[in-house]
Nanobody, 128 residues
Framework: QLQLVESGGGLVQPGGSLRLSCAASGFTLGYYAIGWFRQAPGREREGVSCISSATYSTKYADSVKGRFTISRDNTKNTVYLQMNSLKPEDTAVYYC?????????????????????WGQGTQVTVSS
C-alpha cells in the first residue's frame, strides 16, 4: 500500500520545460525527505535533487542547478520537479524516492542507497 507514483514525463524539444509530479499514497509524505533520480541507458542511476521533510531545504546536482526546481505540497501529498531549459543529456527515466526522517529534519540526501521507497519511473526524452 506504500506507493510513489511519478507522472508528467514525455517528449520535449531542447530548451523546453516539463513538470514531474510524485504522488504518495499509504503514508504521509510530510515526514519523508524526497529525492529525484534519473537513469539513462548504460549509465548509473544518479541523484538529481532532494527536498527535506519540514524545513524544505533543497539540494541539486551540479548538472541541473539553475534549471530544475524541486518543491513539495504536503497538503496534496505530492512533490514536484520543475525542469526548464531541458537538454538532450537530460533524457532518462526519472524516479522519485522517499526516506523517513524526523519531521523537523533539514537533512538532504542524493545517493540512491539512502532511500527506502521508490516509484516506478517516468520517461523524459529531450529531442528535436
Amino acid at each position: 500500500q506504500l506507493q510513489l507514483v511519478e507522472s508528467g514525463g514525455g517528449l520535449v524539444q531542447p530548451g523546453g520545460s516539463l513538470r514531474l509530479s510524485c504522488a504518495a499514497s499509504g503514508f504521509t509524505l510530510g515526514y519523508y525527505a524526497i529525492g529525484w533520480f534519473r537513469q539513462a541507458p548504460g549509465r548509473e542511476r544518479e541523484g538529481v535533487s532532494c527536498i527535506s521533510s519540514a524545513t524544505y531545504s533543497t539540494k541539486y546536482a551540479d548538472s541541473v542547478k539553475g534549471r530544475f526546481t524541486i518543491s513539495r505540497d504536503n497538503t496534496k501529498n505530492t512533490v514536484y520537479l520543475q525542469m526548464n531549459s531541458l537538454k538532450p543529456e537530460d533524457t532518462a527515466v526519472y524516479y522519485c524516492a522517499a526516506r523517513r526522517t524526523p519531521y523537523y529534519s533539514g537533512t538532504v540526501y542524493l545517493l540512491p542507497h539512502e532511500y527506502e521507497y521508490w516509484g516506478q519511473g517516468t520517461q523524459v526524452t529531450v529531442s528535436s
